[in-house]
């Protein structure tokens, strides 16, 4: 087993394909290759950001670092021990350390619990606390988020967009947790709740000493919350850098295009836009070499036959390109 004492989290050649289709007349199934062998490590108290488009393996990975669902292959290390190699109760254990907070709170919400019975639960599941001391902790976590403690006696439906997503944080941090997988908490609110919610996080952090795996599509978060971030493109990492130094210095040409796209508030500014030409090939038959050679600008001969590897460009700086 690999060194994975001086991190929280170790990913090593995760892996998950989905089968789709098939059947008796349509033949043996296609496969999704929706995250296919990358490997990161994430440091206690660091926000680890997973940038990229739709559909490129970001909340797959999320998912599956947290052992919602199995990968085809690979192995995740939290705090030095494989998490699939647990037996039931060390997922449990591994349940309190370990939470997420989701893109759309209301979705994860049972809609006839009121507020607090919805950050409560957690605490009835790993038995914390006893009956009567539970409604205090929820009073605690309400105030913890910015929420008024009255919210706790309201349904849902009748809580604001950002005040969902704050229940929903309450609840990721009932049971004390040390690893938060943060899936798009901020890409359904509007722009000033968003800014909002984003301080919070980064609040929580510094206070609780607390290490996000942080997934989104928006390169302006990604920005302001990550300490490192990795671009991921058709289910793999084509690029991992600390944060100033990959906004500053962007390799890749995904990357340098992602960066590109970031609207720039002062309109007399003008960017040089490196536009990308054409879609996303699909999962299902990624193209041969560099899965990214079919829009690329500077595409070569070499690039629609060999894979590029994943590799220190400097120091720090990993990048997935034959042109490096």
Sequence with gaps: MSDTTNHVLRVERLTKHFPVGGGFLAGPPAVVHAVDGISFDI?????????GESGCGKTTTGRMVLRLIRPTSG??????????????GGVKSLRRNMQIVFQDAYSSFDPRRTAGDIVEEPLRVHSLGTRQDRPLR???????????????????????SGQKQCVGIARALAVHPEF???????????????????????????????????IAHDMSVIKFVSTRVAVMYLGLIVE????????AEPLHPYTQALLAAVPVPNPRMRTRRALLEGDVPSPINPPPGCRFHTRCPRVMPVCKEVEPELKEVAAGHLAACHKL
């Excluded at 440091?43 to 940038?51: A, H, I, K, N, W």
């Excluded at 991992?240 to 906004?247: N, S, T, Y």
């Design 75 to 88: 192995k995740v290390y939290f705090k030095g021990e494989n998490i699939f190699g647990f037996n039931a």
């Design 43 to 51: 440091d206690r108290s660091e926000t680890f950001g997973l940038v």
């Design 138 to 160: 929820v009073r605690e976590l309400f105030h913890l988020v910015g929420l008024q403690p009255e919210l706790a006696n309201e349904y849902p439906h009748s809580l604001s």
């Design 240 to 247: 991992l850098a600390l944060r100033r130094e990959l906004f």
């Design 180 to 214: 938060i997988v943060c899936d798009e908490p901020v890409s359904n609110l509007d722009v000033s709740v968003r800014a909002q919610v984003l301080n919070l996080l980064k609040k929580l952090q510094d206070e609780m000493g607390l290490t996000y795996l942080f």
